[in-house]
C-alpha cells in the first residue's frame, strides 16, 4: 500500500443540535456554529458536515421542519464564505433544501432507505452522496450489535446499496461508502471494520469513514468524557490512512491534519512505504 499517497480529506463535524453525544449544545446558537465551521476550514477540513438531528443511542427523532430551522442560517453563512458543505440527514426535504442553499453533498447514515426520494434527489442535482450501514433506529440500535460475520455482513449491505444507487442513475464516482462505526456495532466489531477499510475499498467506491471520539474509544481506553478521547481517535485516523480511507469526519481537525502530516513524512521514509 502506498503511505506515500495524498492523505485523506477531512470532513469536520458540525451538529447543530442540543443532544449529540460528544458536542450537544456547543453549536446550537448559529454564531457558534458558524464560528467553528469557519476554524475548522483554517485548521484544514475540506468540507463541513453539517447536522441538525442526533443519532446517537436513544436520541428523539427531529422533524424536517426542526432540522432546517436549525442548521439554514449556517448553512447560509458558511456558504456566503465559500465554505463546501455536506448535510448530515436522512430527509431528502432537508437534504434538496440544503443543495438549494449550496451543499455539495449528502451523508445518509440510513443509505437511502430512511426516505425513497433520496437517491433520486441525488441524482437530479449531481452532489456526492455518502451511504452508511446501520441498524434499526436510536431507540433501539443497541439492541441489535450481534454479527455473524460483522465485516462480511457490512460489505455486503453497501454494495446492495450502492447498486441500488447506480440503478437510480447514480454515478460510482460520486459514492462514499461508511461501514458505520458503532451503529450499533460492539467493540470488537468495530475494530475488525476498521481494519477491513482496504478491503471495503475493493468494492470500486471511495470510503468514509466516522470514528472520531466514539464510544468504542472510550470503553477500550477506559475513557468516560468523549471529548477526552483525541489520542484514541488520531490513533483510529492513522489506521485509516493507512487502509487508504478516503474521507474522515472528524471533531478534532486541527490534530488529526497535523497527525496526518506527520504520519506521511514518517511513512515517506520507510522501506518499500511499509510498516
Same mark, same amino acid.
Given at each position: 500500500?502506498?503511505?506515500?499517497? !495524498?492523505?485523506?480529506?477531512?470532513?469536520?463535524?458540525?451538529?447543530?443540535?442540543?443532544?449529540?453525544?460528544?458536542?450537544?449544545?456547543?453549536?446550537?446558537?448559529?454564531?457558534?456554529?458558524?464560528?467553528?465551521?469557519?476554524?475548522?476550514?483554517?485548521?484544514?477540513?475540506? &468540507?463541513?458536515?453539517?447536522?441538525?438531528?442526533?443519532?446517537?443511542?436513544?436520541?428523539? %427523532?427531529?422533524?424536517?421542519?426542526?432540522?432546517?430551522?436549525?442548521?439554514?442560517?449556517?448553512?447560509?453563512?458558511?456558504?456566503?464564505?465559500?465554505?463546501?458543505?455536506?448535510?448530515?440527514?436522512?430527509?431528502?426535504?432537508?437534504? %434538496?433544501?440544503?443543495?438549494?442553499?449550496?451543499?455539495?453533498?449528502?451523508?445518509? &447514515?440510513?443509505?437511502?432507505?430512511?426516505?425513497?426520494?433520496?437517491?433520486?434527489?441525488?441524482?437530479?442535482?449531481?452532489?456526492? &452522496?455518502?451511504?452508511?450501514?446501520?441498524?434499526?433506529?436510536?431507540?433501539?440500535?443497541?439492541?441489535?450489535?450481534?454479527?455473524?460475520?460483522?465485516?462480511?455482513?457490512?460489505?455486503?449491505?453497501?454494495?446492495? %446499496?450502492?447498486?441500488?444507487?447506480?440503478?437510480?442513475?447514480?454515478?460510482?464516482?460520486?459514492?462514499?461508502?461508511? !461501514?458505520? &462505526?458503532?451503529?450499533?456495532?460492539?467493540?470488537?466489531?468495530?475494530?475488525?471494520?476498521?481494519?477491513?477499510?482496504?478491503?471495503?475499498?475493493?468494492?470500486?467506491?471511495?470510503?468514509?469513514?466516522?470514528?472520531?471520539?466514539?464510544?468504542?474509544?472510550?470503553?477500550?481506553?477506559?475513557?468516560?468524557?468523549? %471529548?477526552?478521547?483525541?489520542?484514541?481517535?488520531?490513533?483510529?485516523?492513522?489506521?485509516?490512512?493507512?487502509?487508504?480511507?478516503?474521507?474522515?469526519?472528524?471533531?478534532?481537525?486541527?490534530?488529526?491534519?497535523?497527525?496526518?502530516?506527520?504520519?506521511?513524512?514518517?511513512?515517506?521514509?520507510?522501506?518499500?512505504?511499509?510498516?
Amino acid at each position: 500500500m502506498n503511505l506515500c499517497a !495524498p492523505w485523506p480529506k477531512i470532513a469536520g463535524i458540525l451538529n447543530v443540535t442540543p443532544d449529540s453525544f460528544s458536542d450537544g449544545g456547543c453549536h446550537l446558537q448559529t454564531r457558534n456554529a458558524v464560528e467553528r465551521g469557519l476554524q475548522m476550514v483554517v485548521e484544514g477540513a475540506h &468540507i463541513i458536515d453539517v447536522g441538525g438531528e442526533s443519532t446517537r443511542p436513544g436520541a428523539a %427523532r427531529v422533524s424536517a421542519e426542526e432540522q432546517m430551522k436549525r442548521i439554514l442560517p449556517v448553512i447560509d453563512a458558511l456558504v456566503a464564505h465559500e465554505v463546501p458543505i455536506s448535510v448530515d440527514t436522512t430527509s431528502a426535504l432537508v437534504a %434538496r433544501v440544503c443543495i438549494d442553499r449550496g451543499a455539495t453533498m449528502i451523508n445518509d &447514515i440510513s443509505a437511502g432507505k430512511d426516505d425513497p426520494a433520496m437517491f433520486p434527489l441525488a441524482v437530479e442535482r449531481e452532489v456526492d &452522496i455518502c451511504l452508511m450501514h446501520k441498524r434499526g433506529n436510536p431507540a433501539v440500535m443497541q439492541q441489535l450489535t450481534h454479527y455473524d460475520d460483522v465485516v462480511d455482513e457490512v460489505h455486503h449491505y453497501l454494495a446492495m %446499496r450502492a447498486q441500488a444507487f447506480l440503478e437510480a442513475g447514480g454515478s460510482a464516482g460520486r459514492l462514499f461508502l461508511d !461501514p458505520g &462505526i458503532g451503529l450499533p456495532k460492539d467493540s470488537q466489531a468495530n475494530l475488525r471494520l476498521i481494519m477491513s477499510m482496504g478491503r471495503l475499498r475493493q468494492l470500486g467506491y471511495q470510503t468514509y469513514l466516522g470514528a472520531s471520539r466514539k464510544s468504542f474509544i472510550g470503553a477500550i481506553c477506559q475513557v468516560e468524557d468523549p %471529548r477526552e478521547r483525541l489520542p484514541g481517535s488520531l490513533v483510529v485516523a492513522m489506521e485509516a490512512y493507512r487502509q487508504g480511507v478516503h474521507m474522515l469526519r472528524v471533531h478534532d481537525v486541527a490534530a488529526t491534519v497535523q497527525a496526518l502530516k506527520m504520519a506521511a513524512a514518517l511513512w515517506a521514509h520507510t522501506d518499500n512505504n511499509k510498516l
